[in-house]
Each structure stands twice: as C-alpha cells, then as structure tokens.
C-alpha cells in the first residue's frame, strides 16, 4: 500500500515539475511586459530600470532557476501589475470564485438529479424527451452567449437582477461570504446559473443513465414485488445508485467549474480568480499568469492523487496493476 | 510668462463653479482599475485619475487641459533661467489632521525619484531636478538648463503626507509597502476625498473629506467606483441602474443612449492622437511587398510623396462616421484645437483618391505595391476596425492591404522591437499617442526626433523617421522658457515633420464618452481620466 | 471533413440500399439504421448537419459576396439592417457586420472555419489518439502504464485552460488554433481506443487472427481497428461539436480566428459590441447558426451513442 502511495507521490511531484517548467517557459515567450507597463513618455532609463528590477535582464534559465527557488518556499513572485505577492493576489479573490462554484454545483444537484431521475423512469413520455434535448441544448449553448443574453434579459429589460459585479460580503466563518444577503445572492445567482448550465446537463444525463441501468436490475425487481412504494424505490434505491457516480464526477469536475469559470467572470465582472487570470493575461503580468496556472496544476495533480488513493483502498485489483507494470 | 501661469484663478472658477453641494452617494463604472493605491508606484492613467482625487499635487490641469492651476502651489514663476519658484498655500491640511508644508513636496518627490521596484515610475519627471526648502511655505525647484515644462511637470507628482508612516526612513521606499497603501494605512493625502477601502477586481471607495481647503469641487458624499472591464456588461450595468455612471461608452451603443431617456451622454475630445508610422528606414521592409505578396528590394515608404498619397487615400471622414460612430475628429497634426504649440496650417488631410494615384504614378509607384498594416486589438476606441477600414481603403485603390491585429501584450512588443537588433518589426503600424504634458513636445519628441537611445528621443519612433532640422528646431524649442517663442518652435517643429515630411499619418483625436443616469453630467476631461469630482448634477 | 463524409456516406448508403429492405436482411448496418431513426430529433439533426456541410463546402459558390476580399467589402456599407442594399447595389438579407461585411456571406464563411477547425482538429486529434492508443494497447505493459498516465494527466486538466494559455503563447490563426484544439482533444481519443482495443482483443476473432499467424500490426489496424470504429465515431462527433464551441468561446475571448476572417465564434463576439444598441443581427444570426450546427451535432451524436452502446440496448 505504502509502495503504491510513494510512487503516486513521486509521479505527482514530477508532474508539477514538469508543468512548471512548460508554463514558466510558455508564459515568458509572450510579448514584452515593460511595453505594457511603461508610461508614454517614459524614456530608455526609465525603461532600463524597469526591466532590472523586474529581473528580465537576466536569461530564461536564471530566471526559471530563481522562480523555482523561491517556489519551494512557497512564493511565487511578485505581481508586475499589483507589486504584491502574486500567491496573496490569487488567494484573495479564491473565495468569490469558490462561491460562484459552489453555487452552481449546487444549482446543477439540485435541479440536475431530480430531472434526471424523471427522464430515467418514464424515459418515452414527452416531458423526459423534452428534458434530454433541453440538457443537450445545455451542451450545446456556448457559455458566454447564454449569459450576455442573461444580462440583456434579467438586467436590462426586465430589471430583475444586477448586471455584474459581486453583492455585500460577509465574513462567516473566516471566510468572505456573498450569498447569504438579498443583495449578495440576487448578484450571485446569474453568474452561478450560466456556470452551472453545463454541469446541470451533465448531472441529468449521470441520472438518467444511473436511474435506466437501476432500473433493470433484479433487486429493483425484487422490491417491487415485495410491495414497496415507487417513492420508496427511488428514494432509497435509485438515488443510492446514482448518487455514487454523480458525486464522483462532480467531485472530479468541480476543477472544471473552477476553470471553466473563466468566461462566466469575465462576462458577469465576477471579482474571482478567473476574472483576474483574463486581466493579468492582458497586462502580461507573468508572475500571476504563472502562479494562477501552478495553482491551477497543484489543485488538479492532488485531486488525482486522492482519487487515485480512494479507488486503491476500495478496489486492490488498482493497486497490483500499478505494482505489476 | 501668461498670466495664467501665475495664478489659476479662472480656472478655479471653472472648476467650483459647477457644484452646488449637496448630500449624496454616487456610484462610477469604470473600465480600468489602478494597480496601487501607492502614488509613486505606476505613473498610469487609471492611477493617475483615481489618485489624483485623494493626492493633491502642486499644479493640475483643468478638465479640458487648457489650463494649469494651482492646488498645493499658490502661485508659481520662474526666478531665473534654472530655478522655478513655488508658494505653497497655507493651512493645507491631510486626511489625518496634519499640515501640508514644504518637507511633505521634497519628502514626497525624493520618494518618487528613489521608488524601488514597481514599473513606470514617475522618475522621468523628477530627474534632473533639485528641490530646496526656502522656508515651510516656499520652494525652488532648480534645473541644470532652461526648463520650461516646470509647470507642466508639476501636474504629475502627488503629494504625500511624510508623517502617513515612518517619517523619511532611510529604506528604499521609506518603510512603506504598497500594502500599506492599499489598507489605506498610508494613504494619507490632502486632496478633497478620502480613500476608505480596495476590494481588488471590484470597487474603490471614496469619503468626501470635510477639512479640505482646496479649490477643487466636492460634489458627493461617497465615491464608489466599481470595475467593469466587459463594454456590454458596463453599459447593462447603468441601464439596470447599478451605477450612476460609466466611462469608456462604447461607440456602438452611443448611438442608443443617445435615444435612451434615463441616460444622457457627455463626451469631450482627448488629448490622444491615432497615427500610422511608417517604416522610413529599411530598403526591404518586410511587411512592403510587390502587388502579388513577393519581397521587394525597394521600399516606397521611404519616399515622402508615397505617405502623402497614402494619406490622401484615408477617408478619414468616413472612418469617423463608419466606425467611430460620429465621435472622433479627423487629424492633421499631433494635437486637437484648443492646445498649447499645435500649427495654425495644418489640418486633417482631404479624402482625395484621383489626387493620390497621380501622386503615386510621380513618385514611380503608379502600379501600386502590396502592404501590411499592424494594429492592436485592444488599445484604443475601436483600434482593430480602423486598422480593417485603412486596409479596405487602400486594397480598393491598388494597393491590396492585408490587416493583422493583436493584443496590446504582444503587439507592442513587436512594433518597437520585434526584429533583429531591436528594430521595430513592422512595415506599416497604427498607434496612438497621449500627450501628458499638453503640448506637441512629448509627441514630438518621441515619435518624430531621431532614434537615439542615449539622448532619450524617439523612443516610440516606430517607423525611425529622421531628420536633422526636425531634430535642430525641437531641441531649440525644448529650451525656450517664453511661451510665445517655444509654441511658434513647436508649431515650426511640426509643420515640418508632419506638414512636409508625412512623418507619421494622423487619423483622428480620440473623442471619450460618458454616460450619466439623468439628473447628472461629467465634465469630460482631455486627459481620459474618470473621476467623482468632475461628475456633477446637472442644473 | 472525415466524419461528416462518413455521415454523409451513411446517408447516401441509406437510400441507396433500399433494395435490402424488401430483401428483410437484418444486416448490422440495417439494424443501427433503424434503431437511429426511431429518434426523429436524431434524424432531423443528421439531415440538419448534413446541409450545413454542404454549404460550408460550396461556401464561394453560395455567398452573394467574398467577405474576406477586403477590395470589395467598404465600411461604407457598415451595421446596414437586414434588408438594406449595400453600395454594389447586392441586398444584405441578414445585414452587414461592423466592417461591412453581409451578415449572409459571412456567415456562410464562418460556418466554413468554424466546421473546418472543429472537423480538421477533430481528425488530426482522432488520427494521433487512435495512433497512441493502438500503440500503449498493443505494448501494454509499463509503456501502457506511463501512456496512459499521461493521458489521464491532460485529461485532468480542463480544455478551455490548457488551450487559452496555448493560444496565449502561440498567437492568432486557423493554423494555431487547429493545435491548440488538438493538443486539448487527443487524448479523449486515445483513451477511447485503448480501452475497446483492450475488450476487443479478447474476442475470438483476434485469436483465430493469431493463431493464423498473421503479423501483430497487420491484426491491429487491418482486425482490431475496425472493430473499434464504433466508439469513436460517438467520441468524435461529440469533440468535434466541443471543438467547435471551445473555438468560439476563445474567439470571445480574444483569442483564437484572426478578425478580417471571422469564424461563428468571431463573428458573435464581434457582434456583442453592438447587442445593447438593438443592431441585434450581427451576432443573433451567427449564434443562432452556431447553435443550430453544435445542436445537431450533439443530437446525432447523442443518438449514435445510445444506439451504439451495448448496455443500454434491451
């Protein structure tokens, strides 16, 4: 067991080295940061200066090999932009994006498995066709597009809800929280719904195919014949059935919603991580660039890592493949 | 000396006149977020703007930029060839109780000048330039030649309380951290409002300071300014009535607002010219083909007769309509009407297609020849649409034009330096140019005099235009302090370089919108800076 | 273009096979036909997708003009209404753009690189996974083990991160963003073939192919390959139809199709400066064409997979 937790360790640690060299080296091939930084009428010195005490005199491999050094230590430069620790940048504005996340996993849970589980049980009548060519449109429907047309309908024709931005924040719990004022959830709940468009068709489609197989197999049949309710059926059986695969793919993908919250900031100005990868990509400012991505990487490398863990405990057969290749 | 130098008592007028108080909260949408709340660190436009609110500086520029008057100075002259004299005005006071004197300027402009780290500082304006403390209330500021642009100078640096924290530690920065700032803990200036909090990515937060004794108008109580950086979500957002204004109206939807009844718009012309250069120094420009795409030996845009009819082929009229949406003003020379040292005989040049191809067929390129114009995509009003209509114009008049834009990120980079030896890469670019001081030099000096690394000119001269009586009469103009002679160079200057030589191709002045909810209006500045100082109720 | 031709190869078999049907063969390929067009949504979808290739195709012969010549398009003609003329006297049914351009030409332009760079990506995609799966299937063993390990790696990081930095790095283009959308899809491929390659080489007809004697790559790709079409023809479907959204929600983002040669995604985004000042059609018309292509996409390939997967099959 320990055997195959080391080299698990070992290959995640790889990978994060390798990541960050393509990353550091990827980044720091665009552009020029000091055009971007520098005032009009800067002149040579003033640019000579810059370019110093940002360290750009120096060649890539010092550069990478000084980046790297201060990493194992937990920093991840400076931002060009902000002059502050670009790791204290990130952080600061991870809550927002873990809120807006975690609002539309919900939203896709909630709506998604219910929905699902009524296309599974009837799966000809009308209303589950209409809900599985809905959930394709989900597929279908390019973020950004579904959510400016959100804007134009709920924000300006209709007035309903607030165009952009993040509510009132309240600290609960250590931790900087919109959603639990009026005015924090009414900014909230568009970003969150046009974030979890996608994953609501997904979680729909997990149900739906997890209801179908349930559905057919003999112990299903069996409580049936003994008598107990549909309701109790799908309470109990289905959903104990389903729940399994939904929340492992949730789990797995709730990196994604992370990522993919990238266009929903950008288009809702969701003052979150993504909104700030978009606007440091922008001004070149290589060091957020570059810690958001490391970030990015540790969070999916350890992800894996637990998962990959969880599934040896569960099934050996995993872990003697491993050991036998 | 003009007498409004002296004194910026008219200006004063302009500026207090327009606000009655009034008890209020407003709410500001803006594109651009600062990057510090250090007023040292980044000598950039949204900092500038934001800052300038909570700093005063010693002088300031009036909205239009017409004028500088005095905020911290009382009155200001030059004494001598190399000193300018400076009075401080009395019973200035800071956020925190405290009096502005002579030790805050020379504290805050030694930090300027030694700012470690950071990016663009505002050394290019402190250098060369010696402070002296007469006594609290006066100041010389000494130069080691002639320095007419003083004043000028004097609108950039913000001053900051020296007692805000650690008085005058040895350390770099003084012992204080942009951290500092951004928690507002040395965020301690004189000017009318108060900073109360940053939530970076989203909103600055502005208090109307009620010791202020300045002449600047206080028209709110709190200033909220929240950053939107998307163009459709900032004009939903005013639509929807969660902000009270916007800046940066995009041209596409002025036309809208226009019509709309609870918005109304106010929109001035900047300060910021849009032009082509040209590569005017290489015999085979890589981005100057024959007609069918091939590389060419010769290189038509070193002859001054070609960029002329270059220019006669830009319907400059057109692009303001078509593209711009009405809100441009075609070009003729490095600055709009109004400003210090433009030339009274140059004007936007005329849409004359018929008068180009015989211009071309003189020069011995009546056959035409194949270009590729460069242009960002995210710089300036409409940046990459009008690089699309340059290409479309000149395709249909014999000379097919491909078009390439990119990111500002990328973009800049190559245009200054992309090629081997750190010459620009491109053939044919489209840029634009601020000038910060108000008058021709800045442009002048950067974009038409020389290359030369180590005097410091031409540091944005993209297409290397060179021409020694240019260079001759700018050097002479940046040395003359009497301002009728030094606009009569600076007008000479450009005649010259632009007039005769099509030293660049100027297309428009950008114009900046505003949009307010009803009931209010901005007093739209040249320098692009939104501030809650020059948003007013309207009558 | 491969897996919209194989469609369109479907269809033409499945008219041209009538004879079969009176013959009452039930041949596999007759079998999947049937059970496809029980799903009228699917059949429609097919039909829907199959147009729109061919006007992708003869694109040059349907527009009423060329948007990409610069020569001819005149900003003169700029955010016309649909309905409008323009200067040449063609009548803009759907509008013009900001530049321009007819929103008709344009779109039928857009809709040409948009399916190109979804199609072309989806087969370069298809052709290296299929190529390293096969491979880490046919080596098995510790080359299987570290292949694979890579591909769960890319897989775990999400597609719209890895192909924006991408594209961040390389820049602008048809050509950029075919690798960027390569680099994010192959190994959904890979891993597909891998895992059938995997199942299907214990099936009889492997072994008899053993025990033939026949080379390892001769049963690869003239036996197993084949037998594998299935599943990825349902992977493929659907990453081209992600492809194509993932390059459109790139070009909003500022990056991905250069903007004299809009794709669908361009022209949208494009179009989104002028939604708030009612000139609606400029990226109304191209997102709906964006959506109707990707819709019918999904629903053929959400059809195919249903049909296709044995379990699901009572």
Redesign the interface.
């Known amino acids: 067991m320990s055997v195959f937790i080391i080299r698990r360790l070992l290959?995640a640690g790889l990978?994060v080295v390798v990541m960050s060299f393509i990353?550091f080296s990827?980044?720091f091939?665009?552009?020029?940061?000091i055009?971007?930084?520098?005032?009009?009428?800067?002149?040579?010195?003033?640019?000579d200066?810059?370019i110093k005490?940002m360290g750009l005199d120096k060649p890539f491999i010092v550069q990478y090999g000084l980046f790297v050094a201060k990493a194992v230590q937990g920093d991840l430069g400076?931002s060009?932009?902000?002059?502050?620790p670009a790791l204290l940048?990130i952080l600061?504005?991870m809550p927002?994006t873990m809120e807006l996340a975690v609002v539309a996993l919900l939203i896709a849970v909630v709506f998604g498995i219910p929905l699902g589980v009524w296309a599974g049980l009837k799966p000809d009548s009308l209303a589950s066709k209409s809900i599985?060519?809905g959930s394709?449109?989900g597929?279908?429907?390019?973020?950004?597009?579904v959510g400016?047309m959100m804007?134009?309908l709920f924000?300006?024709y209709l007035?309903w809800l607030?165009?952009?931005?993040?509510g009132d924040?309240q600290v609960i719990l250590g931790m900087p929280i919109s959603v639990f004022s009026w005015d924090g959830f009414s900014h909230v709940l568009m970003p969150a719904v046009n974030l979890a468009l996608f994953k609501l068709s997904l979680v729909i489609r997990l149900a739906r195919?997890g209801t179908?197989?349930v559905m057919h197999q003999d112990y299903i049949k069996f409580a049936r014949a003994k008598g107990l309710s549909d309701s109790r059926i799908i309470l109990i059986h289905v959903m104990k059935n389903i729940m399994i695969p939904v929340v492992t793919v949730l789990g797995?993908e709730f990196?994604?919603l992370v990522?993919?919250s990238?266009?929903t900031e950008?288009?809702?100005?969701w003052?979150?991580m993504g909104?700030?990868l978009?606007?440091s990509?922008?001004?070149?400012d290589r060091p957020v660039i570059v810690a958001y991505?490391m970030i990015?990487?540790f969070l999916?490398?350890f992800?894996?890592l637990f998962v990959d863990i969880l599934y040896s405990l569960l099934d050996p057969r995993v872990r003697l493949q491993?050991v036998k290749? | 000396m003009k007498p409004w130098r002296q004194l910026g008592l008219a200006a004063l007028a302009v500026v207090t006149l327009s606000a009655p108080v009034q008890a209020a909260d407003v709410v500001i949408g803006m594109r651009s977020e600062p990057s510090s709340i250090d007023p040292y660190f980044h000598n950039l436009g949204p900092n500038n703007g934001m800052l300038g609110q909570v700093f005063d500086r010693l002088t300031d520029w009036t909205p239009g930029m017409d004028k500088i008057f005095g905020r911290a100075a009382e009155s200001w002259k030059a004494i001598n060839d190399t000193t300018w004299e400076f009075k401080i005005k009395k019973g200035i006071k800071f956020h925190d109780g405290s009096d502005l004197t002579v030790d805050d300027v020379i504290y805050s402009y030694e930090r300027a000048d030694g700012y470690e780290g950071g990016n663009s500082s505002f050394r290019t304006y402190t250098k060369g330039k010696t402070l002296k403390k007469i006594d609290d209330y006066t100041l010389h500021i000494m130069t080691d030649s002639p320095y007419p642009l003083m004043p000028n100078d004097t609108t950039t640096v913000m001053i900051m309380s020296s007692e805000a924290k650690g008085t005058g530690a040895a350390d770099k920065n003084k012992g204080i951290s942009a951290k500092d700032f951004n928690d507002g803990t040395a965020a301690i200036g004189s000017g009318p409002y108060k900073f109360v909090e940053w939530k970076k990515g989203d909103r600055i937060v502005l208090e109307k300071f009620d010791g202020y004794q300045g002449s600047m108008a206080q028209p709110w109580d709190k200033i909220t300014f929240k950053f939107i950086k998307a163009e459709p979500a900032r004009v939903a957002a005013l639509l929807a009535g969660d902000v009270d204004m916007i800046d940066n109206v995009p041209t596409s939807d002025i036309e809208r607002l226009k019509n709309e009844p609870k918005v109304s718009l106010s929109s001035g012309v900047s300060n910021r010219v849009i032009y082509l250069h040209m590569d005017q120094f290489r015999d085979s420009s890589p981005f100057v083909t024959t007609k069918d795409g091939k590389p060419m030996d010769k290189n038509p845009l070193k002859d001054a007769r070609v960029r002329k009819a270059i220019s006669m082929m830009i319907n400059r009229e057109a692009i303001v309509e078509r593209v711009m949406e009405g809100v441009a003003i075609p070009a003729g020379q490095l600055l709009p009407e109004g400003f210090f040292g433009r030339s009274p005989n140059l004007s936007a040049e005329k849409y004359d297609p018929a008068g180009a191809k015989k211009l071309l067929a003189e020069a011995g390129w009546g056959d035409g020849f194949g270009l590729t114009i460069h242009g960002p995509n995210d710089r300036y009003i409409n940046d990459a649409k009008i690089a699309e209509a340059i290409g479309q114009m000149l395709s249909a008049q014999g000379i097919p034009t491909k078009v390439e834009t990119m990111p500002k990120n990328v973009y800049f980079k190559r245009a200054s330096k992309g090629a081997e030896g750190g010459l620009p890469e491109f053939s044919f670019v489209l840029v634009g140019w601020g000038s910060g001081t108000g008058e021709p030099s800045s442009p002048l000096k950067s974009l038409l005099a020389t290359h030369d690394k180590d005097k410091g000119k031409g540091a944005s001269n993209r297409g290397r235009h060179s021409d020694a009586k240019v260079d001759s009469l700018l050097d002479q103009a940046l040395a003359t302090v009497d301002d009728t002679k030094r606009a009569a160079l600076l007008a000479e200057t450009t005649d010259l370089a632009i007039g005769k030589n099509q030293g660049i191709i100027p297309l428009h002045y950008q114009v900046n919108t505003w949009a307010t909810r009803k009931g209010l209006k901005y007093n739209p500045r040249a320098d692009e800076r939104t501030t809650g100082i020059d948003l007013v109720p309207a009558n | 273009m491969t897996v919209a031709q194989d469609n369109m190869d479907v269809a033409v078999a499945a008219h041209g096979d009538d004879r079969d049907k009176f013959e009452g063969v039930q041949t596999p390929f007759r079998r999947f036909l049937s059970d496809y067009c029980e799903s009228k949504l699917a059949v429609i979808g097919f039909f829907v997708i199959s147009a729109i290739t061919l006007v992708a195709i003869f694109a040059p012969l349907l527009a009423p003009t060329d948007p990409y010549d610069l020569a001819s398009v005149s900003i003169m003609d700029s955010r016309l209404a649909p309905g409008q003329a323009m200067m040449t006297g063609t009548t803009a049914h759907l509008g013009t753009d900001g530049a321009g351009r007819d929103m008709v030409s344009a779109m039928i332009y857009g809709l040409r690189i948009s399916l190109g760079v979804g199609i072309g990506s989806g087969v370069i995609a298809m052709v290296i996974g299929i190529s390293v799966g096969l491979f880490s299937a046919y080596a098995g063993g510790r080359v299987d083990s570290v292949v694979m390990r890579i591909v769960d790696i890319q897989l775990s990081f999400p597609a719209i991160l890895v192909a924006l930095i991408l594209l961040v790095t390389l820049g602008k283009g048809v050509d950029k963003t075919i690798i960027a959308l390569v680099v994010v899809q192959w190994a959904y491929y890979a891993r597909t073939i891998r895992g059938t390659a995997l199942v299907e080489r214990r099936r009889e007809y492997i072994e008899s192919a053993v025990c033939l004697g026949l080379s390892e790559r001769r049963i690869m790709f003239r036996h197993l390959l084949p037998n594998c079409l299935a599943p990825m023809i349902v992977v493929g479907t659907m990453q081209v139809a992600h492809a194509i959204s993932l390059e459109a929600t790139l070009s909003f983002l500022g990056l991905g199709m250069p903007q004299t040669e809009p794709s669908l995604g361009r022209l949208i985004s494009n179009g989104f400066e002028y939604i708030m000042s009612g000139k609606y059609w400029i990226s109304v018309y191209p997102g709906i064409a964006l959506l109707v292509t990707i819709v019918s996409i999904n629903l053929v390939g959400d059809r195919l997979r249903d049909v296709l997967n044995p379990r699901l099959q009572k």
């Not at chain 1, 060009?80 to 502050?84: D, S």
């Not at chain 1, 950008?266 to 100005?269: D, E, G, L, M, R």
């Not at chain 1, 990509?281 to 070149?284: A, C, D, K, M, S």
């Open positions: 290959q990978v990353v990827g980044v091939m665009v552009g020029d940061p055009e971007i930084l520098v005032s009009d009428d800067a002149d040579q010195e003033e640019r200066r810059m005490s400076e060009f932009v902000f002059n502050e940048l600061d504005r927002a599985m060519t394709i449109l597929f279908s429907l390019p973020t950004f597009w400016i804007i134009l924000a300006v007035g607030p165009s952009t931005g993040r924040v195919a179908r197989e797995l990196g994604g990522a993919f990238v266009v950008t288009v809702f100005a003052p979150g909104k700030l978009i606007d990509i922008g001004q070149l991505l990015i990487v999916f490398v992800i894996n491993d290749a």
